[in-house]
């Protein structure tokens, strides 16, 4: 069965530093596609980023990247430059394989909290 | 702005009462998934939908019942409510399966529900 691993409950860190939320996640299938979210506390669910396992380089948006390790199986997000505003929770999140029933259902991490502090 | 639409934002009910969420798609999405978040289970998925047919199921009670409409709008039914349904639920689109797999989902604002 798949599953996702986040292992820090907590994180905090100053702003304008780098920060890196780690995620590993477990499938015995080639294909498959990773997610992040972020849920602010005021609960929407905001999506952040898309790694596909074939891609062939890191997915970027603006100030988050995925750093994307295959053979580890972990896709860690890295938000650079931290503001105030990205204190939130973080979730990671794996695409169901296609053609197994689930279709495009995603399976979750237990998620991050991030702190930054001024 | 996800372009996901749910209502209510919040809702308030009584143990034993029936509720219906209700969701509308990004424009064009054909997906529809629907989840539920709580203090001990996480994220859980429930039910999805793929252009108003049921394509595959969660961790769903029998007592909750969903079904997407023909204008891909969807709603999702709450019956017999327990304390223990009090959660955050969500809804979410993407376009559809193409055999490759969506690349992004988008999530509504969510439904707070609070059974008293």
């Known amino acids: 069965a798949q599953k996702i691993t986040q292992t820090q409950p907590g994180m905090f860190v100053q702003e304008k530093e780098a920060v890196t939320l780690d995620c590993t996640y477990d499938t015995s299938d080639p294909s498959y596609g990773l997610f992040w979210y972020k849920q602010p506390s005021s609960g929407e669910m905001i999506f952040l980023i898309y790694q596909g396992s074939y891609d062939q380089q890191n997915a970027t948006e603006g100030r988050y990247s995925l750093n994307f390790q295959k053979a580890r199986k972990s896709a860690n997000l890295v938000i650079s430059a931290s503001q105030l505003g990205d204190s939130a929770m973080y979730f990671c999140?794996?695409?169901?394989?296609?053609?197994?029933?689930?279709?495009?259902?995603?399976?979750f991490g237990a998620g991050t909290r991030l702190a930054v502090h001024p | 702005d996800s372009g996901v639409t749910q209502t209510p934002k919040h809702l308030i009910t009584a143990t034993g009462q029936r509720v219906t969420l209700r969701c509308s798609p990004r424009s064009g999405d054909l997906s529809v998934y629907w989840y539920q978040q709580s203090l001990d289970q996480g994220l859980q998925f429930l039910i999805q939908?793929?252009?108003?047919?049921?394509?595959a199921k969660g961790n769903i009670l029998e007592r909750f019942s969903a079904q997407q409409f023909p204008d891909l709008h969807s709603e999702l039914n709450l019956s017999s409510l327990e304390l223990g349904d009090s959660a955050l639920y969500f809804c979410?689109?993407?376009?559809?399966?193409?055999?490759?797999?969506?690349?992004?989902?988008?999530f509504g604002q969510g439904t707070r529900l609070t059974v008293v």
């Open positions: 939908y793929y252009n108003g047919e049921e394509r």
């Open positions: 999140a794996m695409r169901e394989i296609p053609g197994t029933g689930g279709y495009n259902k995603l399976i």
């Open positions: 979410a689109s993407s376009p559809g399966w193409t055999g490759e797999g969506d690349t992004e989902a988008f």
